[in-house]
Nanobody, 120 residues
Framework: QVQLVESGGGLVQTGGSLRLSCAAS????????MGWYRQAPGKERELVAT???????NYADSVKGRFTISIDYAKKTAYLQMNSLKPEDTAVYYC??????????????WGRGTQVTVSS
């Protein structure tokens, strides 16, 4: 019933920028946390950035100062502004959300992932 729809992935050259979007829809009363994770070939999935409903943001050391996560609560959409991109940022990026249903039950949802490729 709940779906996370991602957009904004693609190909960009080193030093360029991309803005990922993740729109949540369905049985959602409120957003507790939204975030982005990524997985490169041969590597484990890792945290990129998360932000809580209280506004506390957490970033991986590798992206601090370059990426910014934000949430538009009215649109139930999370964004990841990615600047100064490096080839090392190439990965499948997954949207994640910790949500609360109208019945008061909290749950976690994942997007299907979107490819980000940074050319050298």
């Amino acid at each position: 019933q709940v779906q996370l729809v991602e957009s904004g992935g693609g190909l960009v050259q080193t030093g360029g920028s991309l803005r990922l979007s993740c729109a949540a829809s369905g049985n959602i009363f409120s957003i507790n946390t939204m975030g982005w994770y990524r997985q490169a070939p041969g590597k484990e999935r890792e945290l990129v950035a998360t932000v809580t409903g209280t506004g506390f943001a957490n970033y991986a050391d590798s992206v601090k100062g370059r990426f910014t996560i934000s949430i538009d609560y009215a649109k139930k959409t999370a964004y990841l502004q990615m600047n100064s991109l490096k080839p090392e940022d190439t990965a499948v990026y997954y949207c994640n959300a910790h949500l609360r249903r109208w019945n008061g039950v909290d749950f976690t949802s994942w997007g299907r992932g979107t490819q980000v490729t940074v050319s050298s």
